[in-house]
């Protein structure tokens, strides 16, 4: 189905009506074990945690919204970079973007550093800091953009031709744009990382991840994991994604526009110091931003010009209609403070020096009414 828009392929990829009744939604396939006609002769599903009919459709059409030939599904997006992860040997090297999201450092750091991976966290803002880092044992190179809290913006496609020319996989979290605004396979990546959670989910209401790939190689590898380790979703969890993913589209416009009017609202209020957000001319990756992404997404960052955190919890305890609490990239608005939510498990030494200050708020923007938004923002910024 490649020859359709990405709005098409969100809703009809992967999903074909039920052969046994004609269901137009794809099935819960509830079970964990398929029958075999005889030993080995089976309809192409032997046991759940290897396959399920539910599984593929998600799988089908994740794949097709990234450009690639496959997609593999997982419980968490955490899972999702445990099983790359897993792929590699004691020894092996991988370089990371110093603004990242505060799991995906905890896994790396306290995790698989005790298993001899090495890792070497970089400004890739600067593509000769990537250079730089680069070693015989490099195997990834591993992306986020637009980061996670500071929204920069990094050049998929000029990092993606660092890994070729080193045969070096590059990882692309594309988990804040979503492939509605970005297809970082298009722009030479190996692999495209989702917390399907967040935007392609979209509701609130189930965990997942998901890989993205055309190397077959990395398409082996992580079907081994699958197997092996067994970190998959399950029917009803994949149910629920693909019932998501049929608004994406819609979604991620209103997530858009609703976010680029609440950033100029902060840009222009005199109680807000700085604002982190591609939409805005003034930010520092916003020509990239316009090159490589459809719009500029629904996650803004701020700091108060009062910049204390006496402040920012102030402020963050007095919103209405933005809630309190982690995650991002469901229908509803929620604020959040990294430095003692999704990044409390980077010291914070590392995460001053990648310029995440303990004052720093998060946006993530929803699809309500935009000016019930502002004036829930205006009124908590009132305060302080």
């Given amino acids: 189905m490649q020859q359709y828009h990405v709005e098409t392929l969100a809703i009809h990829a992967g999903q074909h009506p039920d052969p046994s009744t004609g269901a137009v939604m794809t099935p819960i396939y509830q079970t964990s074990t398929f029958a075999q006609e005889a030993p080995g002769v089976h309809k192409g599903y032997e046991y759940a945690r290897v396959h399920n009919p539910t599984r593929t459709a998600l799988e089908e059409n994740l794949a097709a919204l990234e450009g690639a030939s496959t997609g593999i599904a997982f419980s968490s997006g955490v899972a999702a970079t445990d099983a790359i992860m897993r792929s590699l040997m004691p020894g092996d090297h991988i370089i990371a973007t110093s603004d990242l999201y505060g799991g995906t450092y905890r896994l790396f750091t306290q995790t698989f550093e005790r298993f001899g991976l090495s890792f070497s966290f970089v400004d890739m803002r600067d593509l000769s800091q990537i250079e730089a880092a680069l070693t015989p044992k490099t195997r990834i190179i591993w992306v986020e953009t637009p980061t996670n809290p500071l929204i920069r913006i990094l050049d998929i496609e000029a990092i993606a031709s660092i890994g070729t020319q080193n045969e070096i996989a590059v990882v ?8 509605y605004l970005q297809q970082p396979l298009t722009m030479g990546a190996t692999m495209v990382l989702h917390s399907t959670t967040k935007y392609l989910g979209g509701h609130s209401d189930v965990i997942g991840g998901a890989i993205c790939t055309n190397d077959a190689s990395w398409i082996e590898r992580l079907r081994f994991q699958v197997k092996a380790a067994g970190a998959v979703p399950g029917p009803m969890d994949c149910f629920l994604t693909l019932r998501g993913i049929k608004t994406l589209h819609v979604r991620m416009e209103r997530h858009g526009n609703n976010a680029l009017q609440i950033a100029t609202f902060l840009h222009d209020h005199p109680s807000v110091g700085m604002v982190y957000y591609p939409g805005l001319a003034s930010h520092e990756g916003h020509e990239l931003a316009k090159k490589q992404m459809k719009n500029y997404g629904g996650m803004l960052s ?27 990239g469901g229908v509803e608005s929620l604020v959040n403070h990294p430095a003692t939510m999704t990044h409390a498990s980077i010291p914070a030494e590392i995460r001053h020096a990648a310029g995440l200050h303990d004052s720093l708020i998060r946006l993530s923007v929803g699809i309500e009414h935009v000016e019930d938004l502002i004036v829930d923002l205006a009124s908590a910024l009132s305060g302080v």
């Fill in 302 to 328: 701020f700091r108060l010009k009062n910049d204390s955190l006496e402040n920012a919890i102030k402020f963050m305890s007095s919103t209405q209609l933005f809630t309190l609490a982690e995650s991002l």
């Fill in 172 to 179: 692309v979290d594309n988990t804040f744009a979503s492939p």
